[in-house]
């Protein structure tokens, strides 16, 4: 019993890991996104 409790526990930490996760992930892509359009932008300008 005790561990059935544990282990509901558990997985309820883990959902709310996986959503804080998530929104990094999120936050990561958006500045990744920013991040290669600067790097881009830079290339032209260079180049040109």
């Known amino acids: 019993?005790?561990?059935r409790h544990l282990k509901?526990?558990?997985s309820g930490g883990l959902s709310e890991r996986e959503r804080s996760l998530?929104?990094?992930l999120r936050w990561h892509m958006a500045l990744a996104a920013i991040?290669?359009?600067i790097g881009v932008?830079?290339?032209l300008a260079l180049w040109w």
Do not use: E, I, Y
């Open 22 to 24: 998530k929104t990094q």
């Open 35 to 37: 991040a290669v359009g």
């Open 8 to 10: 509901d526990s558990n």
């Open 41 to 43: 932008a830079t290339l």
């Open 1 to 3: 019993m005790p561990l």
